[in-house]
């Protein structure tokens, strides 16, 4: 296993793919952006690419290429309430800093 969510978590991811019938799990992939490299995009995909790996927790399917794999490999993924807003948060063991924001992090 590569990748894990908290309950609180799981428990959200659920919700959305519970209302997509055609939902294959929760994609979380990253790309450039922010001031220190990369950031994280989620989706729920209808259909899996021939590079991506399916690691399950709690019940879901946490879905990743295997290039974005090696960055966030370990990571633990939280849904938190930050003032007004839920948000996911992403606790990677690989990130060697952070932008002030949130935003992006970086890797060695």
């Given at each position: 296993?590569?990748?894990?969510v908290?309950?609180?978590?799981?428990?959200?991811?659920?919700?959305?793919i519970d209302?997509?019938?055609?939902?294959?799990?929760?994609k979380?992939?990253?790309?450039?952006?922010?001031?220190?490299?990369?950031?994280?995009?989620?989706?729920?995909?209808?259909?899996?690419?021939?590079?991506?790996?399916?690691?399950?927790?709690k019940?879901?399917k946490?879905?990743?290429?295997?290039?974005?794999?090696?960055?966030?490999?370990?990571?633990?993924?939280d849904?938190?309430?930050?003032?007004i807003?839920?948000?996911?948060?992403?606790?990677?063991?690989?990130?060697?800093?952070?932008?002030?924001c949130?935003?992006?992090?970086?890797?060695?």
């Open positions: 296993m590569s990748l894990f908290t309950e609180t978590a799981a428990a959200r991811i659920k919700k959305f209302k997509d019938p055609q939902a294959k799990g929760f979380i992939s990253i790309k450039k952006t922010g001031c220190s490299g990369w950031g994280y995009e989620v989706e729920i995909p209808h259909e899996l690419l021939a590079d991506d790996v399916i690691c399950e927790d019940g879901v946490l879905i990743a290429n295997k290039e974005t794999l090696e960055i966030i490999k370990g990571t633990t993924i849904y938190e309430k930050q003032g807003n839920h948000v996911f948060v992403y606790k990677n063991p690989n990130a060697t800093g952070e932008c002030g949130g935003e992006s992090f970086t890797t060695n």
